[in-house]
């Protein structure tokens, strides 16, 4: 059983920075790409960004480019999504996910495993 728990979020002031984390546990990490999405209140679920098994191919929403990094840790099962530069229309949760295969994906329906979320509010 595939379990990931997210970490790292909080009250930031618009401009300030946070750094999540996701633990992954239940199947081999380094086989699958990851990813984080996020959904705010009243909107759909949206992509943020992916990574792909090794770490050496990443994707962006265009609304996060040049801000937000990802990253793993394949030997401590992690992943992070490094936010700069926050701005109010970040709020929303923040949810991390493993997808089916080993690449990139912006899809949500391409990813088998959620975490619970963890809320990121940014103030002006």
């Known amino acids: 059983q595939v379990q990931l728990v997210e970490s790292g979020g909080g009250l930031v002031q618009a401009g300030g920075s946070l750094r999540l984390s996701c633990a992954a546990s239940?199947?081999?990490?380094?086989?699958?790409?990851m990813g984080w999405f996020r959904q705010a209140p009243g909107k759909e679920r949206e992509f943020v960004a992916s990574?792909?098994?090794?770490?050496?191919?990443?994707e962006y929403a265009d609304p996060v480019k040049g801000r937000f990094t990802i990253s793993r840790d394949n030997a401590k099962n992690m992943v992070y999504l490094q936010m700069n530069s926050l701005k109010p229309e970040d709020t929303a949760v923040y949810y991390c996910?493993?997808?089916?295969?080993?690449?990139?994906?912006?899809?949500?329906?391409?990813?088998?495993?959620w975490g619970q979320g963890t809320q990121v509010t940014v103030s002006s």
């Open positions: 239940g199947r081999t990490f380094s086989r699958y790409g």
């Open positions: 996910a493993q997808n089916s295969r080993a690449w990139t994906q912006s899809r949500d329906d391409e990813y088998d495993y």
């Open positions: 990574i792909n098994l090794s770490g050496g191919s990443t």
